[in-house]
């Protein structure tokens, strides 16, 4: 006797032992938040820098961290479920004490961009950490294309920092 497969079985097969729905909400909305936060560190950064290079890398990278909070939106939607487009509390503190202490000690663009890289980390490790989870292919697809962006937004800003690291007047960063 021949049994015929269906193509998609891979498909339901991973759809079956993925995680709950309201288990990859709550994961999907953790994302949001960190997203958000990110972007409003990076456009932090882009409004404390004297340098128009690093100015531009930042608004690149907190536009990718929106686009990224606007699509884990409609994943959450498609699942039956709203969510506000905000960031946490401990990333409004955290951006509360970088202000700060940059008024206090000065904002200096080497500060500036070790913070913004921090904050990249942060959320390209919590994005790593949700892609250990079970999750259904589509939403997998969509965290690994965020996690390349933001690494690409990372490396954008360490080659930014070697050269600002190297020389203070470098015409690459003129002001």
């Not at 128009?52 to 929106?66: H, K």
């Not at 690409?152 to 930014?160: A, F, S, Y």
Request: aromatic fraction near 4%.
């Amino acid at each position: 006797m021949i049994t015929m497969v269906p193509k998609d079985l891979p498909a339901k097969l991973n759809e079956l032992i993925s995680m709950a729905p309201q288990d990859m909400t709550s994961t999907l909305k953790s994302l949001i938040e960190t997203s958000k936060d990110s972007e409003y560190k990076l456009r932090a950064g882009a409004e404390r820098t004297q340098c128009a290079v690093l100015r531009q890398t930042y608004v690149c990278a907190a536009n990718d961290c929106l686009r990224a909070a606007r699509e884990l939106q409609i994943q959450i939607t498609q699942l039956g479920e709203e969510v506000a487009l905000i960031g946490s509390t401990s990333g409004a503190v955290n951006r509360g004490w970088a202000w700060l202490r940059g008024a206090l000690v000065g904002n200096s663009d080497e500060a500036i961009l070790k913070e913004c890289g921090t904050e990249l980390d942060l959320a390209i490790q919590r994005y790593e950490d949700a892609l250990d989870e079970l999750l259904p292919a589509n939403v997998r697809n969509v965290l690994d294309r965020h996690v390349q962006d933001f690494l690409h937004n990372r490396t954008q800003l360490v080659q930014k920092q070697d050269p600002l690291n190297s020389t203070e007047n470098n015409s690459q960063f003129a002001m």
